[in-house]
């Protein structure tokens, strides 16, 4: 009796255990990490999800909203346009970046690497804050128009949808080229000389053998450039495009106001789509061999180009960069300028548009350091929490944190703006009188959510790069895991822990599609909203250009930094190494 007394005492102890258990503190993080993302990312988003589904008058569910949409003339052709600013807008960006990607990657070319630089820089400006600028190059009346006017010529190029086409394939272009070039630069080049042995030249060549082998980074950048152009909402309003989805999304909810089931059908339709192209792409490269059988070209050198090739590939690379970089040149010149108006140039130059711009913009500016800095702050701390319990535990379901962070990038701004609108709304702060959805902090708030996937990444990177094995021996000298975290795996991940801090503050920096919805008092408003208040009349666009060009300073300093972190790290790593 007294031996089964003793062996069922540890029976019992291991069922309390289980029933209840003592979390560690990597658990508790989990969990707390788990709970924020369900209820600031997760919940908003289901929530503006199934009010799609619901009948305003009943409460029950229902596709009567949706037969509603598409019985509007309006939303149809919303809908459309959406559809077709993006594939031409692909299309496009395809024009200007499969020239510069090939050129530059297959064939031996004096400035590749410059060439490559400046066909970034476009992705350092947000695109609503050149639309304005290149209206003035392009408009009806603008620089290029008037020029042509001599002949009689001109050309629309920024009238209606054809406007919202141009800025965005150019301000996204980049993607396509980043990943194209890489694609191009991985292809065995015995193969491009087996296939020039068998006959085929020019077009046909690349037609039949070097496209097909870099359908996967052309397919990866394309349907970056397809959702991004379908959910923005800053280009089209700017250039008062409001027959598009995402528009509409905004005006229905922000005119007649968040019980509008209109907005939540548009809202669900862009998440759905942003899904499908995501999808899409991965479905078309499923089952299907890129592999080559060298990597970079199997030790051949690449092509040299003749005198006359020489000629022809420069004018058609620097024409490419001149209207890529057109929105940068055309900024500063309004920035710069006094009257831009039905002229090709301003006519004259001046500062006070810079002055005007820090006498106004000086709460625009403060919010945005201080909505910036703190998502920032918040999102390294998660992003390094979230890429130590993914990488170094063994909790169950812990890959779903980071499924669940970069569920981010599928989700619209304006529609995490409309889910907090109707999800916080009803919520009142504590001490603060007001609601969330109304209060400061919920902009700061979204600039995390959307910006955590970036300093995801770069933590993740930074950590997969401490050996396990320095971990394992600061345990056996004592150390526990906490005292191991603080002392050994975050200093030796600095470098990404900075490079994503300083991503995520560039790029959270001039977001407008979540904040516009979220802006209660123009006190509250950060940098983007003040460009998009100032570019609202001709007044006070010369001021908003200067406001535009500090936006672009801040991204584009905060890039270079955060590469320059990156670099520094890797070599530091090698070094050691």
């Known amino acids: 009796m007294t031996h089964q007394s003793a062996g069922a005492a540890p029976a019992r102890r291991r069922l309390t255990d289980v029933l209840f258990p003592k979390f560690s503190g990597t658990v508790l993080a989990a969990i707390f990490i788990a709970t924020l993302l369900f209820g600031f990312l997760i919940l908003p988003v289901a929530k503006v999800i199934y009010v799609a589904f619901v009948d305003p008058q009943t409460g029950g569910l229902t596709l009567q909203n949706f037969g509603d949409f598409f019985n509007s003339s309006l939303f149809r052709e919303s809908f459309y346009n959406s559809l077709y600013v993006s594939a031409m807008s692909v299309v496009v960006a395809s024009v200007f970046a499969l020239p510069l990607a090939y050129i530059t990657s297959r064939f031996e070319f004096s400035g590749s690497m410059l060439i490559q630089s400046l066909g970034f820089i476009p992705l350092i400006m947000p695109p609503f804050v050149g639309a304005i600028a290149m209206q003035l190059l392009f408009g009806r009346n603008g620089t290029f128009n008037l020029l042509l006017g001599n002949m009689g010529i001109n050309i629309p190029f920024m009238e209606g949808l054809n406007g919202v086409i141009l800025v965005q394939s150019v301000h996204y272009f980049p993607f396509i080229l980043i990943n194209l070039s890489a694609s191009l ?70 005119s007649i106001g968040i019980s509008d089931p209109m907005g939540y059908v548009i809202s669900f339709i862009l998440v759905a789509f942003s899904v499908f192209s995501l999808w899409a792409s991965f479905l078309l490269m499923r089952g299907k061999d890129y592999a080559t059988t060298q990597k970079g070209g199997g030790g051949l050198s690449r092509r040299k180009l003749s005198t006359r090739e020489n000629i022809v590939a420069y004018a058609i690379v620097i024409l490419i960069l001149l209207m890529v970089l057109s929105p940068h040149i055309a900024l500063a010149l309004l920035a710069f300028g006094t009257i831009w108006s039905y002229s090709p140039l301003p006519d004259a130059y001046t500062l006070d548009n810079f002055s005007t711009m820090f006498a106004q913009s000086g709460v625009y500016i403060k919010n945005t350091l201080i909505y910036a800095g703190l998502a920032a702050f918040i999102d390294v701390i998660l992003a390094t929490a979230i890429a130590y319990i993914v990488l170094r535990t063994k909790i169950i379901g812990r890959q779903w944190l980071d499924y669940m962070a970069t569920a981010a990038l599928a989700v619209p701004g304006v529609v995490l703006g409309i889910g907090y609108l109707r999800t916080f709304n009803d919520f009142d702060v504590p001490l603060v009188g007001k609601p969330l959805a109304s209060w400061w902090v919920i902009i700061m708030v979204a600039l995390t959510i959307r910006r955590l996937p970036y300093a995801l990444r770069a933590c993740t990177a930074a950590l997969q790069q401490v050996s396990i094995s320095l971990e394992e021996a600061a345990e056996s000298l004592g150390a526990d895991r906490s005292s191991t975290i603080r002392r050994i795996v975050i200093p030796l991940m600095s470098g990404g822990i900075l490079a994503g801090f300083v991503t995520s503050f560039a790029t959270a920096a001039v977001e407008l599609s979540a904040t516009i919805m979220l802006v209660s008092t123009d006190q509250d408003a950060p940098l983007a909203y003040g460009i998009y208040l100032f570019m609202q009349s001709p007044s006070g666009r010369g001021a908003g250009a200067a406001l535009g060009i500090f936006a672009v300073i801040i991204v584009a300093a905060g890039t270079l930094l955060a590469q320059y972190i990156i670099d520094r790290d890797r070599k530091h790593r090698t070094g050691e190494r």
């Open 185 to 254: 630069r991985n292809i065995d080049r015995s193969m491009e000389e087996s296939a020039q042995n068998l006959g085929a030249h020019g077009i046909r060549l690349f037609r039949r053998v070097v496209f097909p082998l870099a359908a996967p980074g052309y397919l990866a950048g394309a349907s970056l450039v397809f959702i991004k152009v379908f959910d923005d909402l800053g280009t089209p309003l700017l250039l008062n495009v409001n027959n598009m989805l995402a528009p509409q999304a905004y005006l229905r909810i922000s």
